[in-house]
Nanobody, 114 residues
Framework: VQLQASGGGLVQAGGSLRLSCAAS????????MGWYRRTPENPRDLVAS??????NYADSVKDRFTISRDSYKNTVYLQMNSLKPEDTAIYYC??????????WGQGTLVTVSS
């Protein structure tokens, strides 16, 4: 199983970015897709996840970020608006399949300048 993340980059505060993560390989039915981020202070924080259309967000990104999923393409997206410098992190996508196996993408760097 491979997860290919893309869409990171440098953006000014208040700007937007859209992350994508496509899963490929021998995937059993995907139950949950999500995004985590890593900073020097926090090794792994959940940003957002989606399970059967139900979404979950960290308090710090509610009303700014939107997670969505294309089940046919096994792809998860994270639309990030009103970005803040504290959103600077490496973002990792994650999937969990129906047998409970978890897979991680390689990470994509998001840098928000003030």
């Amino acid at each position: 199983v491979q997860l290919q993340a893309s869409g990171g980059g440098l953006v000014q505060a208040g700007g937007s970015l859209r992350l994508s993560c496509a899963a490929s390989g021998s995937i059993s039915s995907i139950i949950t897709m999500g995004w985590y981020r890593r900073t020097p202070e926090n090794p792994r924080d959940l940003v957002a996840s989606i399970t059967s259309g139900n979404t979950n967000y960290a308090d710090s990104v509610k009303d700014r970020f939107t997670i969505s999923r294309d089940s046919y393409k096994n792809t998860v997206y994270l639309q990030m608006n009103s970005l803040k410098p504290e959103d600077t992190a490496i973002y990792y996508c994650n999937i969990i399949n129906r047998i409970g196996s978890a897979y991680w993408g390689q990470g994509t760097l998001v840098t928000v300048s003030s």
